[in-house]
């Protein structure tokens, strides 16, 4: 007979009928990633189209520098583009000259694949002077250490003696009149007795190779672009600071 008042003495296990926890998985490192910014706009008088890089995923204050920077060339380009017809000889001209400096305007960025673990982010930006005869095609390039997201300024990277080994590198090509080419990859004639100084040069890092670029008028006349100069990483080492 069983006495339903007995206390039950079964011990049970705790672990019985229970679910482990899983393990935490490791928190994955966070990646830069470059998003884009658009605007455009066309009117009777101008037009525009702007595509800016944004980067996303880190936050640094080199990020937030970046970032900040390319809102603010966009809205420069913006704030000058012309609301009236630029008319040269006519009186009405000599007002209509202040109102917006140009009558077209594109950028556009790339970001380019390298082994050297930098993100290396190009802007490139085409202007259309109100009245001008030509426009006017900028460059520049930003570096950063993807690890740390830190920008990597031309100065961090290169030491007084390796500008001088790059500056004899370069100049090396000029002077035995090896073939140069531009960034669109068409052979430049220089300007004569040319001596190049990479300090002056847009620097960035593709495939294997750092790269130097040389603005329109630099070295070379406008008909020829920008002169542009590449070494592979097995040869300059040595000659190069990323952290």
């Known amino acids: 007979e069983v006495n339903i008042n007995e206390p039950n003495t079964e011990v049970k296990n705790d672990n019985e009928n229970i679910n482990p926890t899983p ?10 990633e470059v998003v884009s910014t658009t605007e455009k706009k066309q009117t009777e008088y101008s037009d525009y189209v702007i595509n800016i890089p944004q980067i996303i995923n880190l936050d640094t204050e080199d990020i937030e520098y970046f970032n900040l920077t390319m809102k603010e060339n966009m809205r420069n380009i913006i704030d000058n583009m012309a609301t ?3 008319c040269k000889g006519t009186q009405k001209n000599d007002i209509n000259k202040e109102d917006g400096e140009y009558e077209s305007a594109d950028m556009n960025y790339q970001v380019k694949n390298n082994n050297f673990n930098v993100m ?9 002077p109100n009245g001008g005869a030509h426009p006017i095609h900028e460059i520049d390039a930003y570096n950063l250490n993807k690890k740390t997201g830190t920008l990597i300024t031309n100065d961090k990277l290169l030491e007084d003696d390796d500008v ?10 000029i002077s035995n009149k090896k ?3 531009n960034t669109n990859g068409e052979e430049c004639f220089l300007f004569n007795d040319i001596e190049a100084n990479v300090k002056d040069a847009i620097i960035y890092f ?7 670029v040389f603005k329109e008028y630099y070295m070379a006349p406008y008909s020829s672009g920008m002169p542009m100069f590449k070494f592979n990483k097995d040869n300059i080492k040595k000659n190069i600071h990323l952290n």
């Open 179 to 181: 073939p140069i080419y």
């Open 84 to 86: 009236s017809v630029f």
């Open 23 to 32: 393990a935490p998985k490791p928190k994955l490192p966070k990646v830069m």
């Open 206 to 212: 593709e495939g294997d190779n750092i790269v130097f």
């Open 164 to 173: 001088d080994y790059f500056n004899m590198l370069i100049n090396d090509q």
């Open 120 to 128: 290396s982010i190009i802007l490139t930006t085409n202007l259309y």
